[in-house]
């Protein structure tokens, strides 16, 4: 059963290490979808694709096979996102 996003965020909070947390809870993260997040994101906060790249660094050309599914964004680069 999948944890809720609450309990998640519980864990993450109280954790020591961030790659236990990662490694206990490998089962919960799906980034497959990730592009589909984004794009919603960036739409509900009328955000436009140009000014996301250049305020989290990430080049555009990456940032937009990110959101066509593409490319599948390493860690960091989501962070950044």
């Known amino acids: ?15 020591n290490s961030l790659d236990a947390f ?5 089962a919960e993260f799906d980034d497959s979808r ?5 794009n919603r994101l960036i739409t509900e906060n ?5 000014g996301i790249a250049a305020e989290s660094g990430v080049s555009e050309p990456y940032l937009y096979n990110i959101i066509n599914a ?8 989501v962070v950044k996102l």
Do not use: V
């Open 34 to 38: 990730f592009y589909k997040l984004l």
């Open 22 to 26: 990662i490694q206990n809870n490998e």
């Open 70 to 77: 593409q490319k599948r964004p390493a860690r960091d680069t």
């Open 1 to 15: 059963m999948a944890k809720k996003t609450d309990e998640l965020d519980f864990e993450l909070q109280n954790t």
């Open 46 to 50: 009328g955000g436009s694709k140009s």
